[in-house]
């Protein structure tokens, strides 16, 4: 985790960060998204190595997020998890090339995204409950 964290709306533009609330999504990406200080291969505040490039799609609004923190101080709601019956929807964006990427294929996949080849962070899979209904 990134240990120097923008204020709330603070953003920095000169590194490309920029921090979206509700009811605004970043229009950098092709999918609705919001977050805290997201770089554009979608690193947060919050989780900021090379490897934090997804962003995930949350159930309760189908809006994307870097993270479940970045979900829980933009939106105007409780994040929820991505449905169990909606596995194979996009629910996943890989920040390096913007493929959308079903709950399915995430899970199911060797923590890389099978378009570009760039890694996901495998530590992701101990907190995947908060993202993916079990």
């Given at each position: 985790m990134n240990g120097?964290?923008?204020?709330?709306?603070?953003?920095?533009?000169?590194?490309?960060?920029?921090?979206?609330?509700?009811?605004?999504?970043?229009?950098?990406?092709?999918?609705?998204?919001r977050g805290v200080a997201v770089d554009a291969e979608t690193r947060c505040a919050h989780w900021d190595s090379a490897v934090d490039v997804v962003a995930l799609r949350f159930g309760c609004c189908e809006r994307f997020s870097p993270c479940y923190t970045?979900?829980?101080?933009t939106a105007d709601h409780d994040p929820e998890p991505w449905p169990r019956e909606r596995?194979?929807?996009?629910a996943v964006l890989c920040g390096v090339c913007g493929v959308t990427l079903s709950a399915r294929t995430y899970l199911d996949g060797d923590d890389a995204c099978p378009r570009c080849g760039a890694a996901f962070n495998p530590g992701c899979r101990r907190h995947r409950d908060q993202y993916f209904e079990q």
């Amino acid at each position: 985790m990134n240990g120097n964290r923008p204020e709330r709306g603070q953003g920095d533009e000169k590194q490309g960060r920029r921090t979206t609330t509700a009811p605004a999504v970043d229009e950098r990406f092709r999918v609705p998204l919001r977050g805290v200080a997201v770089d554009a291969e979608t690193r947060c505040a919050h989780w900021d190595s090379a490897v934090d490039v997804v962003a995930l799609r949350f159930g309760c609004c189908e809006r994307f997020s870097p993270c479940y923190t970045c979900h829980a101080e933009t939106a105007d709601h409780d994040p929820e998890p991505w449905p169990r019956e909606r596995f194979d929807e996009p629910a996943v964006l890989c920040g390096v090339c913007g493929v959308t990427l079903s709950a399915r294929t995430y899970l199911d996949g060797d923590d890389a995204c099978p378009r570009c080849g760039a890694a996901f962070n495998p530590g992701c899979r101990r907190h995947r409950d908060q993202y993916f209904e079990q």
